[in-house]
């Protein structure tokens, strides 16, 4: 049974940082990629960024393009989100997310760690 469990969230000034972490188990060896997303009150979930499990260069929506950065310990099956600069309408609940089939949808989602920043 895959897991994905997410952790970090919490209450951060404009300007700040935090430091997400997003924990797999059950088979992480069979992961094709990692996804984080957010959903802002109000607003429809967005994609953040992603990474391919087994390797190569992460990738980022343009918000967040230059202050996000996603980084993975597979030797912990931990998925990273280092999120720097942050500002009010980065305020959300951000979730990650395991696809193993590569076939397009994302297949397992943890259940989002919030994220406020106040102004």
């Known amino acids: 049974q895959v897991h994905v469990v997410e952790s970090g969230g919490g209450l951060v000034q404009a300007g700040g940082s935090l430091r997400l972490s997003c924990a797999a188990s059950?088979?992480?060896?069979?992961?094709?990629?990692m996804g984080w997303f957010r959903q802002a009150p109000g607003k429809e979930r967005e994609f953040v960024g992603g990474?391919?499990?087994?390797?190569?260069?992460?990738y980022y929506d343009e918000s967040v393009k230059g202050r996000f950065t996603i980084s993975r310990d597979n030797a912990k099956d931990v998925v990273y989100l280092q999120m720097n600069s942050l500002n009010p309408e980065d305020t959300a609940v951000y979730y990650c997310?395991?696809?193993?089939?590569?076939?397009?949808?994302?297949?397992?989602w943890g259940q989002g760690t919030r994220v406020t920043v106040s102004s």
């Open positions: 059950g088979g992480t060896i069979n992961f094709y990629r």
């Open positions: 997310a395991a696809d193993v089939k590569a076939d397009g949808p994302y297949d397992f």
């Open positions: 990474v391919r499990w087994s390797g190569g260069s992460a």
